[in-house]
């Protein structure tokens, strides 16, 4: 029911106001491809590294890759109805011959190709990887082991240009060469927090019957806590250098976002992407505490969208942002699709990570976290 007046408020907003929708869209539809994106990177890092206390997370990464290609087709819908928006041409008074690669590559037909290819990509590789930890032999294992490293190598180069086509060309005369590495670092802060909510509630409900302890929780904490200190390192290297450097091409971005109402915004943004994962997160007892997980994840998921927001909205709004009923309806969409495919896959998934091999040494209180 959500889901559905979610979706049908857009569809009237598409006429009403419709720039304010595109732009709720192109939120919602990123924030949800990169949670299922997430899926498959740590899906590869746990078989490149051969970790096996985050065995039994490989099931709630498996459920967020088998939807990738679907959160995929989302993204392509929102990007060929926004694909005007990045049309770009040259400033007044320059020639065109000195930015033809810029408007050659931020032309509409080449921005929705390029983004069929990432798509593309990745949903071949979400799928071959889905399957053989579904199959649960040894064989498959091997297979995912060979393919983590390809998937990584695919994944680093497309969803950094993925994210400067699909965001940093909103202001195509601006840059950042940390562009690619700051959305990674909000992409893992974010997948983290939903594995730590999703795992929480197969543990309440009894779905993984006793095979994620405490141990496991304390492991996927501490990925939480250091890839929040990893994405607080790039916005303050990137902010950094910039207002150092001082060049107007670069200012003009942060300008825009520290001035009026956006100020306190951006504050928020440090406070729930860092501040409080940081401060919470530092002693022990919190990362094995279920509760105050679960709240350290929301809070990480609500400083998520304040971040795509503040990517976005500062671009096409005045002096103050804006906040109304198609905002919250993109937010409601994003929550209530991602649940939605989330739900469908667990109700196929295996009700045991412990069949799988390797889960004896996950589930066993030798795990790296008691140490």
Not at 23 to 46: N, R, W
Request: proline letters at 5%; glycine letters at 6%; hydrophobic letters at 60%.
């Amino acid at each position: 029911m959500l889901l559905a007046s979610s979706a049908a408020t857009l569809a009237v907003g598409l006429f009403v106001a419709p720039d304010r929708v595109a732009d709720s869209l192109l939120i919602a539809a990123f924030g949800v491809l990169t949670l299922f994106l997430g899926g498959l990177v740590f899906l590869a890092f746990h078989y490149i590294s051969g970790a096996r206390w985050s065995h039994a997370a490989t099931r709630v990464y498996a459920i967020l890759t088998k939807n990738l290609w679907l959160g995929g087709l989302a993204m392509l819908a929102v990007i060929a109805l926004r694909r005007d928006a990045y049309a770009w041409l040259p400033p007044e008074g320059e020639e065109a011959g000195t930015f033809w690669f810029k408007a050659a590559w931020l032309s509409s037909t080449a921005l929705v190709v390029r983004a069929a290819i990432y798509v593309g990509l990745w949903s071949l590789l979400a799928a071959a990887m889905v399957r053989n930890v579904r199959a649960e032999n040894a064989d498959a294992q091997r297979r995912n082991r060979v393919l983590a490293p390809i998937v990584l190598l695919v994944f680093a180069p497309t969803f950094s240009l993925a994210a400067c086509d699909w965001f940093m060309a909103l202001e195509p005369m601006w840059f950042s060469t940390v562009w690619g590495a700051y959305h990674f670092a909000g992409l893992a802060t974010s997948t983290l927090a939903v594995v730590v909510l999703l795992a929480l509630h197969l543990r309440r409900v009894g779905f993984w019957r006793g095979a994620f302890t405490d141990d496991h929780l304390h492991d996927l904490g501490k990925l939480l806590l250091g890839f929040s200190c990893f994405w607080m390192y790039l916005w303050f290297c990137q902010y950094m250098l910039i207002w150092y450097s001082n060049i107007p091409e670069e200012t003009a971005y942060f300008v825009h976002r520290t001035q009026g109402a956006w100020g306190p915004l951006l504050l928020a943004n440090v406070a729930f992407n860092w501040v409080v994962p940081f401060l919470v997160l530092l002693p022990r007892p919190a990362k094995r505490s279920a509760t105050v997980m679960a709240r350290v994840a929301a809070i990480v998921l609500v400083g998520r969208w304040l971040d795509l927001y503040l990517m976005v909205y500062p671009s096409r709004e005045g002096a103050a942002p804006r906040w109304g009923v198609w905002e919250a309806a993109g937010i409601l969409l994003a929550v209530a699709g991602g649940m939605y495919l989330i739900q469908s896959a667990l109700a196929n998934a295996p009700s045991d990570a412990r069949l799988a091999p390797a889960a004896t040494e996950s589930a066993s209180p030798g795990s790296p976290a008691a140490v």
